[in-house]
């Protein structure tokens, strides 16, 4: 359970992205008008690097596509990869981040691989602010035995 929370923890890396948009728009964020519905920016085949203090990489987020709307405070991820350094993998056809709960949910199929086995379920939720990952059907994992 303690490597689910360990991508958990990495799926976090995608409030790193909703909070370029503090950084980036800083300087006439306050004078467009935007509909709740637009989209403020996007990533197309994208790849973000987690690095730690000593200069390792913690974890790294791909992905074919990301859309921000600012309105909503909400993140779509299409084709999201994320690798940790300990081995950890998780997949799915898309993710969506809720940047107001702190939410991460999927209802598509989700593939994790970790050096001892491999889980895989339809739908996702995680709950970043409580540590809480739940796999909502189907849920199938393989472990091997050392």
């Known amino acids: 359970m303690k490597h689910v929370i360990a991508l958990v923890v990495a799926l976090m890396l995608i409030l790193l992205i ?44 791909s992905g074919k596509h990301l859309s921000h709307w600012q309105g909503k405070r909400q993140s779509r991820i299409i084709a999201p990869e994320i690798n940790t350094s300990a081995g950890f993998k998780l997949q799915s056809d898309h993710l969506l981040y809720d940047q107001a709960t702190r939410e991460i949910s999927t209802d598509a199929e989700v593939f994790m691989t970790s050096p001892s086995g491999t889980m895989q ?14 796999l909502d059907s189907n849920v199938r994992s393989t472990y091997q035995v050392k």
């Open 18 to 61: 909703t909070q370029a948009e503090d950084y980036f728009g800083k300087t006439n964020i306050r004078q467009l008008t935007m509909e709740k519905d637009q989209i403020d920016y996007y990533l197309s085949d994208f790849s973000i690097m987690a690095v730690e203090s000593d200069g390792k990489v913690s974890y790294q987020l």
């Open 121 to 134: 379920s339809t739908g996702l939720t995680a709950k970043l602010d409580d540590h809480l990952l739940r």
